[in-house]
């Protein structure tokens, strides 16, 4: 199972977390979130150290922005969770950068926003849907993905924290490839508990 921890900030935080049994770190680049990485050289160069592939999470961003940042902060992967459309989906992966697009999920309704992005994500994030963007620290009724038919793998996500161990564990679906940690595992925001993250990477494998 993929484990990817989002939200990572400060530099030591970010070494802690590298050293875990995680596949995947992320860092926030949207101005409005209380976990966006600030543009300079200190928080540059300790992305760019995380020996784990990186991951930009963006909101609406412009595709030159985001492929600014993915130079500057070594980010393979970008993490998509406004209203980019396929077309830039598409265009970003062209130009060699790996694709994560987050779907807004309640009801088994908003599925139907996945299909757009059949050809042109590598993955996608079920994340629940909330009146911002992401980082709402609240669960959605795992159940409805039952009705998920598509062909692109998906990572679970929204309000994932320590007591979820055995629902993960209890989750089947065919096109499910892992965990996307973030608020649930914080003590503030963006300083992931390591401790807990590794109790909960050994409960879950
Ligand atoms: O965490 C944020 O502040 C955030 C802001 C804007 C877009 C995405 C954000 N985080 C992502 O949201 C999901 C769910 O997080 P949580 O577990 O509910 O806290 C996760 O993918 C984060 O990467």
């Known amino acids: 199972m993929i484990v990817k921890v989002c939200g990572l900030r400060d530099p030591e935080n970010i070494r802690a977390v590298d050293r ?3 596949d995947l770190c992320g860092f926030i680049f949207y101005p409005r979130s209380p976990r966006c990485v600030p543009d300079d050289e200190l928080h540059a160069e300790a992305v760019r150290s995380c020996r784990k592939p990186a991951a930009g999470v963006f909101v609406d961003a412009s595709p030159a922005e985001m492929l600014r940042t993915a130079e500057r902060f070594g980010l393979g992967w970008l993490q998509l969770h406004g ?6 989906c598409g265009e970003l992966r ?3 950068c790996r ?3 987050a779907i807004r999920v309640a009801a088994a309704a908003d599925l139907a926003a996945a299909r757009a ?5 590598d993955y996608l994030l079920f994340d629940t849907r909330c009146d911002g963007y992401g980082g709402s620290g609240w ?3 795992w159940r409805v993905l039952d009705a998920y ?7 679970l996500s929204g309000g994932i924290d320590a007591g979820c161990a055995d629902a993960v564990r209890g989750f089947a679906h065919p096109r499910f490839a892992g965990v996307d940690l973030n608020s649930g595992f914080e003590t503030a925001p963006a300083v992931k508990d390591a401790g807990k993250l590794e109790e909960f ?3 879950i494998q």
Do not use: H, M, N, W
Request: glycine letters at 6%; hydrophobic letters at 40%.
């Open 20 to 22: 875990l049994a995680v």
């Open 83 to 88: 209203d980019e459309s396929p077309e830039a």
């Open 94 to 96: 062209r130009q060699g």
């Open 99 to 101: 694709i994560i697009k």
């Open 117 to 121: 992005y059949e050809d042109c994500a």
């Open 139 to 141: 669960r959605f009724d």
């Open 149 to 155: 038919t598509g062909r692109v793998p998906f990572l």
């Open 201 to 203: 990477i050994a409960k």
